[in-house]
């Protein structure tokens, strides 16, 4: 029977203890565990804080680069039909010219158109290829280690987009 009733000087004691164990804890371990509480939320609160503040860069910097992607497509189509419509003028101002002529005169003349047709075509082609790279310059940001490069590498393009 004495495991069921405890002796009320064990009970004393037991509570003695119990105080003097509690006020330890209230007095040195309480603030310790509430202080770490504490600064872990603020931790989490600030991590929590950097991750919307990417977030928001995040879309906003989705959103620049769709309005880039959108006006280097704009760029793109005016310039194709501006180099279309200098083509078709040049081709028509070669027949108009080629047809006045006659003769040896017409011979010279076609020539001559020829390569003018050749060296405009050649100046189109390297307008093209110098906007070419600064619209990819602008859409990619990918750095080419020389100007040549760039200029082979937009050649390239203007030769596969004409295929």
């Known amino acids: 029977m004495s495991?069921?009733?405890?002796?009320?000087?064990?009970?004393?004691w037991m509570l003695v203890s119990f105080g003097i164990v509690?006020?330890?804890?209230?007095?040195y371990g309480?603030?310790?565990?509430?202080k770490m509480v504490d600064e872990r939320k603020a931790y989490i609160d600030r991590s929590l804080e950097s991750a919307r503040q990417a977030t928001?860069?995040?879309?906003?910097?989705?959103?620049?680069?769709?309005?880039?992607?959108?006006?280097a497509r704009e760029e793109q189509v005016r310039i194709l039909k501006e180099t279309n419509e200098m083509r078709v003028k040049i081709i028509n101002d070669a027949k108009d010219l080629a047809h006045l002529e006659t003769g040896k005169i017409m011979e010279e003349a076609k020539r001559s158109i020829q390569k003018e047709k050749e060296t405009a075509m050649r100046d189109i082609h390297s307008q093209i290829a110098a906007l070419s790279i600064s619209i990819a310059e602008k859409i990619l940001r990918k750095n080419l280690d020389n100007k040549p490069a760039q200029l082979d590498l937009a050649n390239k393009l203007l030769q596969e987009i004409s295929n």
Do not use: Y
């Open 3 to 12: 495991l069921l009733t405890p002796d009320p000087g064990l009970l004393f």
């Open 22 to 27: 509690f006020f330890v804890l209230a007095k």
């Open 30 to 34: 309480f603030p310790i565990i509430v």
């Open 56 to 71: 928001e860069r995040l879309q906003g910097i989705q959103e620049e680069s769709e309005r880039i992607l959108a006006e």
